[in-house]
């Protein structure tokens, strides 16, 4: 595993998140095969208009749709 905090990065067409290392490569996502761009909770919560109390589940591998 990467050394510092990890990150989050989101694929904006398939509207999914993951958690990855932080000195990682973007990965793709897995439905469309773009390629996905590192955000993180704040800009998931304005951009989506989540409420402050969406759960967020944050794992590495696991790419969580965003309802």
Excluded: A
């Excluded at 590192?38 to 919560?45: G, H, M, R, S, W």
């Amino acid at each position: 595993m990467s050394h510092g905090s990890p990150r989050i990065n989101i694929c904006n067409k398939c509207n999914q998140y993951t958690l990855v290392g932080r000195f990682s490569e973007d990965p793709e996502c897995p439905d469309c095969g773009n390629l996905s761009e590192q955000t993180n909770k704040q800009e998931l919560i304005r951009n989506y208009k989540l409420g402050i109390l969406y759960e967020f589940i944050l794992q590495f591998d696991h790419w969580q749709k965003i309802k």
